[in-house]
């Protein structure tokens, strides 16, 4: 079964600054997906940025881009240039690209806190 | 505002009450899920409905009952509930291709459920 980890529980970033979020994982599947997923205190889960593992190029989305290494089986998030909106817990999520059973569904970490510090 | 809404947003219920969430989403998406989330936990699937059936029970206790009448919509029923049963409850869409994986999942505001 596949697992996702975030040994980080919180980070904290001074606004401006760039802060690197750290995820691994677990699996025997060639090809997936990879997804950070943001949680303010609104609650709503919103999706950050996406990963395919098929892909070498590391995806990016204006100020927030990944480090995707296949081998080492980990999909850090990095945020630049930090503003406070961007204060919230930040969800690594894995999904396997074979549909069927539970194959398809999301896999979450534990989650990191993030704060911005103005 | 993500297509996916949630009710309530907040429940507070009695151990012996019986209440319902409500998902409805507006995307067009074919895969339906409930997630718990507790304090400290990872967010943990409860149930996934695909085409309108269900494809996955997690070994969720028969007190969580849900329902997909349509492909829009997604209930959970509750009943006899326990203060462990406290917790976020997020509903999620997707828009899953049959074999193939499908798209990332957008998610609800969620609803804080109390038990007392």
């Known amino acids: 079964a596949q697992t996702v980890t975030q040994s980080q529980p919180e980070m904290s970033v001074q606004e401006a600054e760039t802060v690197t979020l750290s995820c691994t994982y677990d699996?025997?599947?060639?090809?997936?997906?990879l997804f950070w997923y943001k949680q303010p205190p609104s609650r709503q889960m919103i999706l950050v940025i996406r990963?395919?593992?098929?892909?070498?190029q590391n995806a990016t989305e204006n100020r927030f881009s990944v480090n995707f290494q296949k081998a080492a089986k980990s999909f850090s998030l990095k945020i630049s240039d930090s503003q406070l909106g961007d204060a919230a817990m930040y969800f690594c999520?894995?999904?396997?690209?074979?549909?069927?059973?539970?194959?398809?569904?999301?896999?979450f970490g534990k989650g990191t806190k993030l704060s911005v510090k103005p | 505002e993500t297509g996916v809404t949630q009710t309530p947003r907040h429940l507070v219920m009695g151990m012996t009450n019986k209440k319902s969430l409500k998902c409805e989403q507006h995307?067009?998406?074919?895969?339906m899920y409930w997630y718990k989330q507790s304090a400290k936990k990872p967010l943990e699937l409860m149930f996934v409905?695909?085409?309108?059936?269900?494809?996955e029970n997690n070994s969720v206790p028969s007190r969580f009952s849900p329902e997909c009448p349509n492909s829009s919509h997604l209930f959970l029923h509750l009943h006899t509930l326990q203060p462990e049963d406290s917790a976020l409850y997020l509903c999620?869409?997707?828009?899953?291709?049959?074999?193939?994986?499908?798209?990332?999942?957008?998610f609800g505001q969620g609803t804080r459920l109390t038990v007392v």
């Open positions: 999620a869409s997707s828009q899953d291709r049959g074999g193939i994986g499908g798209t990332e999942a957008f």
């Open positions: 699996t025997s599947e060639s090809d997936y997906y």
């Open positions: 990963q395919e593992a098929y892909k070498q």
């Open positions: 999520a894995y999904r396997s690209l074979n549909y069927g059973g539970s194959q398809g569904n999301l896999i």
């Open positions: 995307l067009g998406h074919n895969a």
């Open positions: 409905y695909s085409l309108e059936e269900r494809v």
